[in-house]
Structure formats: C-alpha cells, structure tokens
C-alpha cells in the first residue's frame, strides 16, 4: 500500500476593516495572492453597498415626506381675481400683498416666520406626547 504525502499550504487570507468591523475571509484560491485580491474585492463591494444605503437614507431625511400634488395637497393658496389674496393652508396666515409675495419680498418673508413658528408649535406638541 503506498501512501501519498499531501503538502499543503495555507493560503487563506482574512480582512478586516478596522473603521467599519467588517472582516472578509477567502480560502476559495489556491494561491494567497489571489485570495487576497479577492477578499480586498468582496471587502470593498460591501462598504460600497453599506455607503450607498447611507446615502439613499440622508437623501430620504432631506427629501422627507412625497406629497401628490392634487387638489386639497396645496401649501398656498394664491386669489388675484375679484380680491387679492395669499393664504397659507398649514398655518393659516394670511395677505392680501400677492406682488409682495410672488416677487419674493418682505411678504414672503412673513410666510416663512409664521411656517417657522407653526413648525416649532408642532415639534412642541410631539416632545410633549412623548
């Protein structure tokens, strides 16, 4: 009976991205070279992906809520035609300046200090459920 001596050597490569805690480990070569380029390419595919996920999500937070643009969604409501006015539907303030407004003057300005105002009412209001 002959006996064969197998010489085998290790060649599998583990990674570790220490910011992250990711370890990647490859034994799937014969060569350690190779498995090393393979696990750096498994490692990067997944903090690429992870990078992604956390994009999507700041792009989410920034974005916030869709709203569908049909009737009764409307943040303003502008009348120019028989009286003049600008109402907003959230906070209830009200002008009759619609030029002030459109043009982007001080009008509008006040649009932003009542949505300022009624905004932090309501974050008020949710810290207060809680």
Known sequence: ERSQSVNKVETGVRIKHIPSGIAVKCTQERSQSMNKALAMTRLKAQLLAIAQEQRLESIRAIRGDVVEASWGAQIRNYVMQPYKMVKDARTGFETSDVDGVL??????????????????????????EK
Do not use: C, P
Request: charged fraction near 50%.
């Open 103 to 128: 043009d982007g003057g001080e009008a509008l300005g006040d649009f932003v200090g009542s949505w300022l105002r009624w905004r932090r009412e309501k974050e008020e209001e949710e810290r207060a």
